[in-house]
């Protein structure tokens, strides 16, 4: 882990600016997971700081070793507060983990979560298709 990610996980903003600053690298990844800092925020469940990792250019798709992003942490906790901060920043609701799971599938029987999520009924090869792509 680096000291940002140490900042993060003790919820300590000032420390993470000044550590940002410094020239310390958001979307580092750490070692053992491939955890950033945003996925660590997503795991402390704080959603001030979730959203202050979003506004200090963190990757909102940025991805673990295991494929996930901070929204499959967020869906995983069913943290309803946290996906929708993630999803306004954008995050992709079909990116899939190595175990070929997207966001989508996890929130799978939780309408609260699903109901964030862009809903298109014609897919093609999991994107959704407009009209002015026929």
Request: charged share 20%.
């Amino acid at each position: 882990r680096t000291c940002l990610h140490v900042a993060t996980l003790t919820k300590d903003q000032e420390i993470i600016e000044l550590l940002l600053q410094k020239g310390s690298q958001i979307d580092a990844q750490d070692g053992t997971s491939g955890k950033t800092s945003l996925h660590m925020s997503v795991e402390v469940g704080e959603p001030a700081l979730v959203q202050f990792m979003l506004r200090r250019g963190a990757s909102v798709d940025a991805t673990m070793y295991n494929g996930c992003t901070a929204l499959h942490l967020a869906v995983g906790r069913w943290d309803t507060q946290i996906a929708d901060i993630l999803c306004q920043a954008g995050a992709d609701t079909l990116l899939p983990n190595v175990e070929g799971d997207t966001a989508q599938d996890l929130a799978s029987g939780n309408i609260d979560i699903l109901a964030l999520f862009p809903f298109d009924d014609i897919k093609l090869m999991g994107r959704p298709v407009t009209r002015s792509e026929f």
